[in-house]
């Protein structure tokens, strides 16, 4: 098992300084995160029910899933760009909106009146005793398979945009196979362009179809590994192990085994654990003080392996610098946060100190 005590701060500078010449496409589920803020105070009785109408105050749209992988890659100086689909909506209309204000560009973020844009409605109450409480989030998804030709334009748009960037990184939510923006066909195409293009950065980030994803590197929690193993190898036994970090190596080896692709398992406080050319690597967790947020963490610490790869960093050198990022962005409460090269260089003289004492 390989000890990680040490990224020399010129080295890490030298990465940084590559990230605005870096061009990404993000491939996935884009969704709108619409939180609604809502005063109990000015609750009335609905005339027509007798029951509580709830009285918005503000409301905040902003992008979530993928988007919170754009979010960072532009915050950290990347040009990004979407491969997506969004539905001819309001909350389409605000995604859009939101992902261009951030410099992200749009030309294979489809608009179709064949969808809707896939959105998480988070409402919150601000009681009368002045606590605010998270009520039950609201989800809406596209709950039928997406028309063959949108699943087509898709496709042709992985073949049109990788030709200009430096890598591609992918985020797949929809827990319906084909519902969201990835697709047995979509599949198929990036599995394609990932050999077409080998001195490119792929990598993918999937809740339930990590086994379905070939020629590419896979990010991944734990309880991912295991179940991609799972369909990956259904004959191997899957060893039962306790220690957090036994595990992850079991799993990176495992499917390292199968693939022979770098692989990233996020730990939570654990850290950042994975597998490349053969070599397992850990960076511990960051010591962090005070409440952490870890809504989005994930897509944050995608954005930040994917970024530093296609900016000439090792997979250990990329997994050291996504563990910071998350590690930023988790401190920032109440909102899916983001990174900045400046925070990275802060967050990394913290970090050395720690595992060198």
Not at 72 to 77: H, K
Not at 114 to 129: A, D, Q
Request: hydrophobic share 40%.
């Amino acid at each position: 098992m390989t000890a990680l005590v040490n990224f020399e701060t010129k080295r890490l500078q030298e990465i940084l300084d590559r990230f605005s010449k870096a061009k990404i496409a993000v491939l996935g589920d884009f969704f709108l995160d619409l939180y609604i803020q809502m005063d109990r105070s000015l609750s009335e009785l609905s005339l027509e029910t007798q029951k509580e109408a709830f009285q918005a105050v503000s409301l905040r749209g902003q992008p979530g899933a993928a988007g919170v992988v754009t979010n960072n890659l532009t915050a950290l100086g990347a040009e990004t760009l979407a491969i997506a689909y969004t539905g001819r909506d309001g909350n389409g209309y605000t995604l859009r909106q939101a992902l261009a204000d951030t410099g992200v560009h749009l030309e294979y973020l489809i608009e179709t009146s064949e969808r809707f844009t896939p959105t998480y409605t988070k409402p919150m109450m601000h009681e009368v005793n002045g606590s605010i409480i998270e009520l039950n989030r609201i989800d809406i998804i596209n709950r039928t398979p997406n028309p063959p030709a949108l699943n087509q334009n898709l496709a042709a748009n992985i073949k049109q945009a990788i030709r200009d960037c430096d890598g591609l990184l992918v985020v797949e939510q929809v827990r319906q196979d084909g519902y969201g923006t990835l697709s047995p066909l979509v599949r198929k195409t990036l599995a394609e362009v990932a050999q077409a293009y080998p001195q490119k950065t792929f990598i993918v980030d999937s809740r339930h179809f990590s086994a379905w994803y070939t020629q590419v590197a896979l990010k991944m929690n734990l309880s991912e590994a295991f179940k991609a193993i799972r369909i990956m190898s259904p004959s191997s036994p899957i060893p039962v192990i306790s220690d957090t970090l036994k595990a992850a190596k079991a799993a990176s080896e495992m499917l390292w085994e199968t693939t022979q692709k770098p692989v990233f398992i996020t730990l939570g406080s654990l850290g950042l654990a994975g597998m490349a050319n053969d070599q397992f690597f850990h960076w511990p967790g960051v010591h962090l003080e005070g409440p952490v947020d870890v809504v989005g963490a994930g897509d944050s610490v995608l954005a930040g392996i994917g970024l530093a790869l296609c900016s000439g960093a090792s997979e250990i050198e990329a997994a050291y610098i996504g563990n910071l990022v998350g590690s930023i962005t988790v401190q920032q409460l109440g909102t899916t946060g983001i990174a900045t090269p400046e925070a990275i260089f802060k967050r990394h003289d913290e970090y050395q100190k720690q595992i060198t004492n």
